[in-house]
């Protein structure tokens, strides 16, 4: 069964609207481990447009479970992550002008960028996990340059209907069963909510779903603790809320 990281970016997203100090990201961190959660996630940008990197070193430093730093694959990246030391660094595709990550990490043709970053990192003893879609050629490339984990990117399959989403479902399964044939660790995420989560979370072989804006969104009506919970229900049992 899947396991839920829970992305706390958009705690920080509701922080920066007035540039004061709640809510807090860290207590955020918190509250969703001791919910249930197992890991938090949080994407220090390079514009550093919500999570900063005070709320990183923090975030490790009270962190019980894994902690999955999602990060850009420059250097002043992989240095920080080095300092922080998470369980896991997840290297993601990241454009100034995006409101949020628009698609997987174009691993492909772009190996020799990546490889010297992912070394370092593992050299560490920090994991590493590219977000790519799901595509063989990207997992190829993905297990060529040394990566531990991958995580697929579900935002097609969120944001398509009726029979296009179940064609999204169908290459979700596929990639995630041969990524994990190659002796890959995977991951899954993005768009994922309390109506299309159930499907995903069943697939074979996906090992944890990193789930965030539509976590802290129910959040706001109900608590972080019942919002967490609400999403480990429907990983556990595959009914959505």
């Known amino acids: ?48 447009r919500h999570i900063n990197d005070n709320d990183i070193y923090l975030i490790r430093q ?26 896991i660094a997840t290297l993601v595709p990241e454009k100034r002008a995006e409101k949020t990550t628009e698609g997987g990490l174009p691993v492909r043709g772009h190996e020799k960028e990546l490889v010297d970053k992912i070394a370092k990192l593992m050299e560490n003893n920090i994991g590493v996990s590219l977000f790519i879609d799901p595509d063989f050629d990207q997992i190829k490339a993905a297990l060529k340059i040394g ?15 009726g029979k296009e989403q179940m064609h999204e479902l169908e290459r979700l399964k596929d990639a995630a069963a041969y990524a994990h044939k190659l002796g890959l660790i995977v991951n899954a995420g993005h768009g994922l909510n309390y109506h299309n989560t159930a499907a995903v979370a069943a697939i074979d072989c996906i090992a944890e779903l990193n789930i965030g804006h539509s976590i802290i969104s129910r959040a706001v009506f109900v608590g972080l603790d019942a919002a967490v919970k609400d999403m480990m229900r429907i990983i556990e049992t595959g009914s959505s809320v």
Do not use: C, W
């Not at 922080?15 to 955020?28: F, T």
């Not at 990566?147 to 398509?160: D, Q």
């Open 147 to 161: 990566a531990s984990h991958i995580e697929l990117h579900t935002g097609n399959y969120a944001n398509a209907r």
């Open 62 to 87: 009270i962190s019980t479970t894994s902690f999955n730093l999602e990060m850009a694959a420059t250097q002043e990246m992989v240095a920080i992550a080095v300092d922080v030391r998470p369980n």
């Open 1 to 48: 069964m899947a396991k839920l990281s829970v992305n706390i970016d958009h705690i920080a997203t509701l922080r920066q609207a007035r540039g004061g100090i709640e809510p807090s990201p860290v207590h955020g961190a918190a509250l969703a481990e001791i919910a249930g959660a197992s890991g938090i996630t949080a994407h220090l940008r390079e514009d550093r």
